[in-house]
């Protein structure tokens, strides 16, 4: 059995990593079989913990647009205009390709009436496979000034999903890299902390996360509130807390030397263990609320047709000065 359980935040620093990873080790401590895949391609430091032996090393090459046949452009500028990432210009019978705004997505290409434009490799990023005791370890690393290919490489390292448990780690915001980590895992789980700008950025990300049908479960990190804002942020959302870990001194020196908390902090292993359960059994609930309440809209909306389009008083009176 798969099992894809995404752990991602808000905002960066709220402990992202710190969770994934010792979740992790818990899991493999109990003898499932588990995979870690950082996701978090821009910036990786799961490894930095885990400290897998690296076994393969792969570069992660597409095939993007890298010029123009001028024998065959007519130029007539087709491919500029469909390129939504100003990734092509035609000057004085040049087509110029910048090739760090290229996304790859092919469109000059399809619409290039003469076949012209060249496709080549292009290296987006390094893979890199090994194994950290007994879990399965994969990570890559994006190149430099390659920022649009990160889903593409968040895609490459999910290709490795497998039989077991797999934990992705992804990177924190609301961006495309994170909704490619999270978009089709059993269980997202958001981590937060209780202060202001997490709150906030816990928002976003509950609201992306939902956005792409899944109805995620909360993890507090440095738990001491100062006020109720984010358990009644929580409460009127009904979002599950599925742990909360206290704010502890030695938790930060134990995870700033680059160890594991539950092996240095054995105090820590039950509370662990008691998160970990919850996660998996969140896992088989399969919250897709919101995506079944987004099917429920489309078919209303397929049910009333297509909207009447009415002018405005403005675009009347142009009308009627013409
Ligand atoms: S592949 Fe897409 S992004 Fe790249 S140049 Fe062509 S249209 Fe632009
Ligand atoms: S669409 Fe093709 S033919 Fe037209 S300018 Fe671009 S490369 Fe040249």
Same mark, same amino acid.
């Given at each position: 059995? &798969?099992?894809?359980?995404? *752990?991602?935040?808000?905002?960066?620093?709220?402990?992202?990593?710190?969770?994934?990873?010792?979740?992790?080790?818990?899991?493999?401590?109990?003898?499932?079989?588990?995979?870690?895949?950082?996701? !978090? *391609?821009?910036?990786? %430091?799961?490894?930095? #913990?885990?400290?897998?032996?690296? @076994?393969?090393?792969?570069?992660?090459?597409?095939?993007?647009?890298?010029?123009?046949?001028?024998?065959?452009?007519?130029?007539?500028?087709?491919?500029?205009?469909?390129?939504?990432?100003?990734?092509?210009?035609?000057?004085?019978?040049?087509?110029? #390709?910048?090739?760090?705004?290229?996304?790859?997505?092919?469109?000059?290409?399809?619409?290039?009436?003469?076949?012209?434009? &060249?496709?080549?490799?292009?290296?987006?990023?390094?893979?890199?496979?090994?194994?950290?005791?007994?879990?399965?370890?994969?990570?890559?690393?994006?190149?430099?000034?390659?920022?649009?290919?990160?889903?593409?490489?968040?895609?490459? *390292?999910?290709?490795?999903?497998?039989?077991?448990? %797999?934990?992705?780690?992804?990177?924190?915001?609301?961006?495309?890299?994170?909704?490619?980590? *999270?978009?089709?895992?059993?269980?997202?789980?958001?981590?937060? !902390?209780?202060?202001? #700008?997490?709150?906030? !950025?816990?928002?976003?990300?509950?609201?992306?996360?939902?956005?792409?049908?899944?109805?995620?479960?909360?993890?507090?990190?440095?738990?001491?509130?100062?006020? @109720?804002?984010?358990?009644?942020?929580?409460?009127?959302?009904?979002?599950?807390?599925?742990?909360?870990?206290?704010? @502890?001194?030695?938790?930060?020196?134990?995870?700033?030397?680059?160890?594991?908390?539950?092996?240095?902090?054995?105090?820590?292993?039950?509370? #662990?263990?008691?998160?970990?359960?919850?996660?998996?059994?969140?896992?088989?609930?399969?919250?897709?609320?919101?995506?079944?309440?987004?099917?429920?809209? !489309?078919?209303?909306?397929?049910?009333?047709?297509?909207?009447?389009?009415?002018?405005?008083?403005?675009?009347? %009176?142009?009308?009627?000065?013409?």
């Amino acid at each position: 059995m &798969i099992t894809k359980i995404a *752990v991602s935040s808000g905002k960066g620093g709220t402990g992202k990593t710190f969770i994934a990873t010792n979740i992790a080790i818990i899991m493999a401590k109990k003898g499932r079989k588990v995979r870690y895949l950082d996701c !978090d *391609v821009e910036a990786p %430091n799961g490894h930095l #913990f885990l400290k897998p032996q690296i @076994d393969e090393e792969e570069d992660v090459m597409i095939l993007s647009p890298v010029g123009v046949d001028e024998e065959k452009c007519i130029n007539c500028g087709d491919c500029a205009e469909a390129c939504h990432y100003n990734a092509i210009a035609v000057i004085k019978e040049k087509v110029l #390709f910048f090739r760090e705004l290229c996304h790859a997505c092919g469109a000059c290409q399809v619409v290039c009436p003469t076949d012209a434009v &060249i496709e080549g490799e292009r290296k987006i990023g390094v893979l890199r496979l090994g194994k950290s005791g007994l879990i399965n370890f994969h990570y890559a690393l994006l190149e430099t000034a390659e920022g649009g290919m990160s889903p593409r490489l968040v895609k490459k *390292v999910k290709s490795y999903i497998g039989e077991g448990i %797999n934990i992705l780690d992804s990177s924190p915001g609301t961006s495309c890299p994170v909704v490619e980590t *999270v978009k089709d895992v059993d269980l997202c789980v958001l981590v937060t !902390d209780p202060t202001p #700008f997490s709150i906030n !950025d816990l928002k976003l990300a509950v609201a992306m996360s939902r956005e792409v049908g899944q109805e995620p479960v909360v993890i507090v990190n440095r738990a001491e509130y100062g006020n @109720d804002n984010l358990k009644e942020y929580l409460s009127s959302e009904k979002l599950e807390i599925v742990g909360e870990i206290p704010d @502890d001194r030695q938790i930060a020196e134990v995870y700033s030397r680059g160890d594991i908390v539950v092996e240095k902090l054995p105090q820590y292993k039950e509370l #662990f263990e008691k998160i970990a359960h919850k996660i998996m059994e969140a896992s088989k609930e399969k919250r897709f609320v919101r995506k079944k309440k987004r099917e429920e809209i !489309d078919k209303v909306k397929k049910k009333i047709g297509k909207p009447k389009q009415y002018e405005t008083p403005a675009q009347k %009176n142009l009308k009627n000065l013409w």
